[in-house]
């Protein structure tokens, strides 16, 4: 089973800072590496797919990048609305995993 | 619109069986996997399983393997995650996503879109 690690758990900033969270497989899986946004009481949402892909409405805002083992999801100019905790996923094998998640406070 | 829509949330006993379901709308059922992911309170989510409506494929998450049972009925475009025998510990919220499928044993992909989530609460 492929474990992802994310780092940091826990990040707060303040508004229009970025943000730049981590996550490293304990194996390569290419690209197929995928983060979400998660909110309160909310379900996930789709931020980036295949490590850069990003299907936000504003590609500047969220974006991806690596391959192999290690992968970063930034946010740019972070605003109160960015407050969640975000996951990485690996689809590269079976079962498919998530990072224990990255949560992020907006001061 | 793309829709996946999830039955309402259940309070059972431990021992009890329990099936919820996960109906989609909007697209072509079979052209997407539907998974199964758990997040147990506060905590982080978890990968339960896949199934792809079109031939019933199903793999599971070792974690879950013998303890739940993942079908899908093509026809009625909805996907069922069940129980035979609840726990306190399957307390959580489970979600249903669509995962673009390619061909047999390709899962290569994201959840591009997910249910509201159903919560089941196991309590005596």
């Known amino acids: 089973e492929v474990v992802l690690t994310q780092s940091p758990e826990f990040q707060s900033v303040t508004p229009k800072e970025k943000v730049t969270i981590t996550c490293r497989a304990s194996?390569?899986?290419?690209?197929?590496l995928h983060w979400y946004q998660q909110k309160p009481n909310q379900s996930p949402r789709l931020l980036i797919k295949?490590?850069?892909q990003s299907l936000s409405g504003d590609p500047s805002k969220f974006s991806g990048s690596g391959s192999g083992t290690d992968f970063t999801l930034t946010i740019n100019n972070v605003e109160a609305e960015d407050a969640a905790t975000y996951y990485c996923?690996?689809?590269?094998?079976?079962?498919?995993?998530f990072g224990q998640g990255t949560t992020v406070e907006i001061k | 619109e793309v829709q996946l829509v999830q039955s309402g949330a259940e309070v059972k006993k431990p021992g009890e069986s329990l099936k919820i379901s996960c109906k989609g709308s909007?697209?072509?059922?079979?052209?997407?996997?539907i998974g199964w992911v758990r997040q147990m309170p506060g905590k982080d989510l978890e990968w339960m399983g896949i199934?792809?409506?079109?031939?019933?494929?199903?793999?599971?998450s070792p974690s879950v393997q013998g303890q739940v049972t993942i079908s899908a009925d093509k026809y009625a475009t909805t996907a069922y995650l069940q129980w035979s025998s609840l726990r306190a510990s399957d307390t959580a919220m489970y979600y249903c996503?669509?995962?673009?499928?390619f061909g047999p044993g390709n899962h290569h992909n994201a959840f591009d879109h997910w249910g509201q989530g159903t919560l089941v609460t196991v309590s005596s």
């Open positions: 996923h690996q689809s590269s094998s079976l079962p498919q995993t």
């Open positions: 194996q390569s899986i290419g690209s197929n």
């Open positions: 295949h490590a850069s």
């Open positions: 909007g697209y072509s059922f079979t052209s997407y996997w």
């Open positions: 199934i792809y409506p079109g031939d019933s494929d199903t793999r599971y």
């Open positions: 996503a669509r995962l673009p499928y």
